[in-house]
């Protein structure tokens, strides 16, 4: 299955709810960039869509959660906001892509607080169990 994430929506594939949220962390003022607090206004118009149907199982992003696979420039910088939405959502798999250059110094699959958070830069194939409801 091919899953194409849009900017502050969600989408139904397959049973799945899938929210994703793309750009950087705020670096150079360029488009695509947001600061930690227009992320977090965004994010939080993202819950109240997945509230709709109670739940998010996957989450797709272009930046990483802060401190899981970011780097210490500000280019590369996760998203604290990232974080909340674990702990307010709980999806299943967090992916995320942007930073390739950590994922041969860390693990590009791991598991916070009950979400599986990968690095799929370039390509990362996964599979994940989704319940009927």
């Not at 607090?37 to 109670?54: E, H, P, Q, T, Y």
């Not at 272009?62 to 909340?84: E, N, S, Y």
């Not at 709980?90 to 942007?98: A, I």
Request: hydrophobic residues 35%.
């Amino acid at each position: 299955m091919k899953i194409l994430a849009v900017a502050d929506k969600r989408h139904r594939a397959k049973g799945a709810i899938i929210g994703g949220l793309g750009e950087s962390y705020w670096y150079n003022g360029k488009d695509l960039q947001y600061t930690e607090a227009r992320m977090a206004k965004r994010a939080r118009r993202l819950v109240r869509k997945a509230k709709k149907f109670g739940r998010l199982d996957i989450l797709v992003t272009h930046a990483p959660p802060r401190g899981i696979h970011d780097q210490d420039d500000v280019c590369h910088t996760g998203f604290k906001a990232f974080l909340d939405l674990i702990e307010t959502l709980h999806p299943k798999v967090l992916v995320h892509g942007h930073n390739h250059e950590v994922y041969s110094k860390k693990d590009r699959d791991m598991t916070v607080n009950g979400t599986r958070i990968i690095n799929a830069f370039e390509y990362y194939r996964f599979e994940v169990d989704i319940p009927a409801r």
